[in-house]
């Protein structure tokens, strides 16, 4: 009997490429009497991100804060913005194709160019492309042996959105120079029509405080609901969210000594869940009579089940890149971010931010870092996604040239697992088998063999081995003898 194939044809998503490249954005400042340069704050945000043939371009928008000593030594602020347009080349990279864009600054420079000065900042883009694709396989071989298994089959669907955040406080200060804020994604929950996405804004603002700069921080939580008409199941989702736009309006109450502040932030997000289609396929086939040649496809999805939220509060001595002593009278630990990398059992980076202080009756800024180590406990070692948000920073001098330092960082982890599913693409039927004239044979098995297993290596149907040996007892260990009888041909 021939041996013919049953195929199922179906489409997919998935993902094919992270690509990561930097640029230089620079933005240039003339025509300001300013003086020291005592505080820079970058703020990026995706415009746009399209795949093409071997090409992926990516443009995005850089807001740049300076805070500068005028003339006087007054303590003033300068905010200019450009757009930048950029690409990275990869032969994986095709027209149909989907890529999540995700910016960041990776350094800030100031630089002076005579009267002017320029803002020069690396952009860094991460890039994740998803492309559609079909897959072929097999669910049933008519004269073969089969053997048939339940499998999820998974399918990316990405999503993006845009929400507002809104909110009211007063805080002790006469104006606000700079805010700083950074979104993190806490729970990303599908439902029927629509992604939950929920979080913390960690807002750090460098204020004015009775003629001296302060540094003040605020945790505003957030909650939206974004459109995906693809979202059916309930089931938790990958979401990053990034801050597009940044309002501060500020209203100074002399009688009651604050300032009454009204907070709005466009929050941009970007992400993706799995659709699962559950299949009944073939895993594995032989053929009595002849040699089968097979043929596998198989595939390995990262699916984000879980985000693990952590607090943790370091500290610890710090450098400093300029020379600290006790003349100097600390003021406003400004800006502070996180760098970090993945380690075995949990992260390590540094902590950074831009330190003010009076000197000699003037304001002077440097930059410190604090190294940190965090344990992440309860991890998978397939969790990837790592963000770090800092809520708050403070500095002091330990001893005459020693700075010590205290942060409150939010952690989340999106952990999870990798699926893995295998798959007959096509069987191809061979040479015959040399026929066994043996009435009986006696087969030794291996330890750990399953039903199929022997049935395979034997060319017998389970079925036959099983009524031919009703007491074998799978998996096997070994010690078993298994008896084929083979009726007279003729």
């Not at 950074?182 to 960690?202: K, Q």
Request: with cysteine; glycine share 8%; net charge negative.
């Amino acid at each position: 009997m021939a041996v013919n194939s049953q195929y199922q044809t179906g489409n997919f998503t998935r993902e094919t490429a992270v690509l990561k490249t930097q640029s230089m954005v620079e933005i240039k400042f003339s025509g300001q009497d300013v003086g020291e340069v005592v505080a820079v704050y970058p703020q990026i945000s995706l415009v746009n991100c399209e795949v093409s043939s071997g090409r992926v371009n990516y443009g995005g928008r850089l807001i740049a804060t300076v805070v500068y000593s005028d003339a006087e030594g007054k303590l003033c602020r300068i905010q200019k913005g450009a757009e930048f347009s950029h690409y990275t080349d990869d032969d994986r990279l095709a027209p149909a194709q989907r890529g999540e864009c995700a910016l960041t600054c990776d350094r800030v420079q100031v630089k002076r160019e005579g009267s002017s000065y320029v803002v020069a900042v690396v952009a860094g883009a991460e890039i994740t492309i998803f492309d559609n694709a079909q897959r072929n396989y097999i669910t049933s071989i008519d004269g073969a042996v089969c053997q048939s298994d339940s499998a999820k089959l998974l399918s990316a669907v990405n999503f993006s959105g845009e929400s507002d955040v809104d909110d009211d406080f007063d805080c002790v200060a006469s104006d606000v120079l700079v805010p700083a804020a950074e979104a993190m994604v806490l729970g990303c929950n599908v439902r029927a029509g629509v992604v939950e996405v929920s979080g913390e804004i960690y807002l750090s603002l460098l204020a004015i405080r009775e003629g001296a700069p302060v540094s003040l921080d605020r945790v505003i939580p957030f909650k939206c609901e974004l459109s995906c008409d693809e979202a059916l199941l309930s089931q938790r989702a990958y979401c990053r969210a990034e801050i597009k736009n940044i309002n501060i309006n500020c209203k100074v109450n002399e009688e009651r000594g604050k300032c009454d502040v009204e907070f709005n932030a466009t929050l941009g997000f970007t992400g993706h869940f799995f659709e699962e289609e559950e299949i009944s396929l073939v895993s594995d086939a032989f053929c009595k009579e002849n040699e089968l040649s097979l043929q596998f496809a198989e595939e390995s999805t990262a699916v984000n089940t879980d985000v693990k939220v952590y607090s943790e509060r370091v500290n610890g001595p710090c450098a400093a890149k300029a020379k600290l002593d006790y003349t100097c009278a600390f003021l406003a630990a400004a800006l502070p971010k996180a760098e970090y990398q993945r380690t075995q059992d949990g992260i390590e980076g540094s902590v950074s931010a831009t330190l003010l202080y009076e000197q000699g009756g003037e304001i002077h800024s440097t930059e410190v870092n604090m190294p940190f180590t965090a344990s992440l406990n309860g991890l998978s070692g397939s969790c990837k996604n790592v963000a770090v948000a800092v809520c708050g920073m403070s500095l002091r001098q330990r001893a005459e040239g020693e700075c010590e330092a205290e942060a409150a960082l939010k952690i989340t982890a999106w952990d999870g697992e990798v699926k893995t599913v295998k798959y007959l693409t096509e069987a191809i039927e061979g040479e015959a088998k040399k026929p066994d004239d043996c009435a009986i044979s006696v087969y030794i098995p291996a330890a750990g063999d399953g039903l199929w297993e022997t049935a395979k290596r034997l060319s017998e149907s389970p079925e036959s081995i099983k009524h031919s040996n009703p007491e074998l007892s799978f998996p096997l260990t070994g010690k078993e003898r298994i008896l084929i009888y083979r009726a007279k041909q003729g």
